[in-house]
């Protein structure tokens, strides 16, 4: 299912932190979709208080006309944990899916602060709408999926598809972090775990995503279901550099290949020209838009690009 190269167009930034609100203090990050019916969808996003706290916001926009927001929200849609639980220092969206009965899963990972600064511990979390995505409930004070033998300090990142009778997460595992002459660096690819009902998961430190030379870090996929097939994009970082675009293929969604010629590319200047990362893929007409994060992790907020298909 080898596609074509792709060029896309940027449309520079679409959002920006509202720092008029306090739990906006600065960034947006990660954009996550969610459909809201023809050429309307909701992005939610990550925005962070003055203590570093993360919260998850969200905007509609029509991508007939994708400049113009057309309603967002003044308060958080997700607040971090009481102290002490895996998310009380963050929440961040990561992926939406509707369940049988219409209620739509919103998985989240949460994160604390380790002792050595930038150290930290991030799980996954469950939050649930039964408002067709208007309000949303945490299901469990504890993560739906944590650290393992197979992941040891850190679970993250998770993409979300339903698969017939089987629900399919690609989670950030993060296997190593180290600090050398207090110059930190980690490392975490691709892992897959399985669920018959988007709530209850099985792992088997299967990889979708490893790391290829040179490379320490994958981050956070968005996938689209293509010509019988999956293809995703998703940040790669090597030791010493910022977040890359990086693509891959699947014929079964299990065995990814990358391959070159669809990525987005850095700016020569401005608040992409360092980095193109935690980046989301939509398909609408015979277009694909790509929401993403540029510089600083999402400190200037969410960018636009799209590309004729």
């Not at 293509?226 to 014929?251: D, I, L, N, T």
């Not at 980095?275 to 999402?298: P, Q, S, T």
Request: charged residues 25%; neutral net charge; aromatic residues 14%.
């Amino acid at each position: 299912m080898k596609a074509k190269s792709i060029n896309w167009h940027k449309l520079g930034l679409i959002y920006q932190p509202d720092t008029s609100l306090s739990w906006q203090a600065s960034h947006a990050a990660l954009p996550t979709r969610m459909s809201l019916g023809g050429s309307q969808f909701r992005i939610f996003f990550s925005s962070r208080d003055k203590d570093n706290r993360a919260h998850v916001g969200r905007f509609d926009l029509d991508l007939e006309e994708p400049r113009r927001i057309l309603d967002t929200t003044k308060h958080p849609v997700l607040e971090p944990g009481d102290w002490g639980f895996f998310d009380d220092h963050g929440v961040q969206a990561c992926s939406l899916v509707k369940a049988d009965n219409g209620d739509i899963y919103l998985y989240y990972l949460g994160w604390n602060t380790g002792k050595k600064e930038p150290l930290f511990y991030a799980s996954m979390g469950l939050a649930i709408s039964r408002d067709g995505g208007g309000t949303f409930h945490k299901y469990s004070p504890a993560p739906i999926l944590q650290r393992s033998r197979f992941d040891p300090w850190m679970v993250s990142g998770g993409t979300v598809i339903r698969k017939k009778n089987q629900w399919v997460m690609y989670y950030l595992s993060g296997f190593k972090f180290e600090f050398t002459s207090d110059i930190p660096t980690s490392w975490y690819d691709i892992k897959i775990a399985r669920s018959s009902d988007g709530i209850e998961w099985t792992r088997e430190g299967e990889v979708a995503l490893g790391l290829q030379e040179g490379e320490t870090n994958i981050s956070r996929m968005t996938i689209d279901e293509h010509a019988g097939g999956y293809r995703a994009w998703f940040p790669v970082k090597r030791k010493g550099a910022c977040y890359q675009c990086g693509y891959a293929e699947s014929v079964d969604g299990t065995h990814w290949v990358r391959r070159e010629g669809m990525c987005l590319p850095v700016s020569r200047s401005g608040w992409d020209s360092e980095a193109i990362d935690k980046m989301e893929v939509v398909r609408h007409g015979n277009r694909l838009f790509m929401f993403y994060n540029g510089n600083r992790f999402g400190l200037d907020g969410i960018g636009l690009a799209y590309s004729d298909v």
